[in-house]
């Protein structure tokens, strides 16, 4: 009897856990611009010190689930400033919303409407591709009003730093 208990036991919690784990959906994600093409990050939008005037891409974002307040946008570095380390940005989602188009944002100057900094770990809005040759990121996550419940979430690759 005792190693039947054991058994259901070890079944229930199996089964328990896949539905814990997979409550976030998939987000469609999107460049508004060309330019952006996910192979190569485009001539100009990498660090000053690398002679560039960067600006984030744009992004149009699709699939937004019901209760999805806002969109964080995190920039990544593969293997280097990983989880939105060179950036994060808040964007006020309309409600009722399927989709949103999130604006581009220069790495040093004013915000549009809607867009809230939650800074690059070096302080500034944004932290533009700086390494030759590293692969470049971004996540968008849909959030509930709380700001801390991820509804559902997109990946989207920058390209390679040339």
Same mark, same amino acid.
């Given at each position: 009897?005792?190693p039947? @208990?054991?058994?259901?036991l070890?079944v &229930? !919690?199996?089964?328990v %856990? ?7 959906? &998939?987000l469609t994600?999107?460049f508004?611009?060309? %330019?952006w093409?996910g192979?190569s990050?485009? =001539? *100009?939008q990498?660090?000053? +010190?690398?002679?560039?005037?960067a600006?984030? =891409? ?5 699939? $937004? =689930?019901? *209760?999805?307040?806002?969109l964080?946008?995190?920039f !990544?570095?593969?293997? #280097?400033?990983?989880n939105? *380390?060179m #950036? +994060? $940005? ?8 399927g !989709?949103a188009? @999130?604006?581009?944002?220069p790495?040093q100057? =004013?915000? /549009?409407?809607?867009?809230k900094?939650l800074?690059?770990?070096?302080g !500034?809005i944004?932290?533009a /591709? ?7 990121? %971004?996540?968008?996550?849909?959030? &509930?009003?709380d #700001?801390?419940?991820t %509804?559902a979430? #997109?990946?989207?690759?920058?390209g +390679?730093? /040339?």
């Amino acid at each position: 009897m005792k190693p039947l @208990i054991t058994t259901l036991l070890l079944v &229930a !919690s199996c089964a328990v %856990l896949p539905l814990a784990q997979a409550d976030t959906g &998939a987000l469609t994600v999107r460049f508004t611009s060309p %330019l952006w093409n996910g192979a190569s990050v485009p =001539p *100009g939008q990498q660090c000053a +010190r690398l002679g560039g005037s960067a600006a984030t =891409p744009g992004l149009n974002v699709f699939d $937004l =689930p019901a *209760g999805t307040a806002f969109l964080q946008v995190e920039f !990544s570095e593969r293997g #280097g400033l990983d989880n939105g *380390g060179m #950036g +994060r $940005l808040q964007y006020v989602a309309a409600k009722g919303a399927g !989709s949103a188009q @999130i604006p581009s944002v220069p790495a040093q100057g =004013p915000l /549009p409407a809607g867009l809230k900094s939650l800074g690059a770990r070096d302080g !500034s809005i944004y932290s533009a /591709p700086c390494v030759k040759g590293n692969h470049y990121y %971004l996540t968008v996550k849909a959030l &509930a009003a709380d #700001g801390a419940r991820t %509804l559902a979430e #997109g990946r989207l690759d920058m390209g +390679r730093l /040339p």
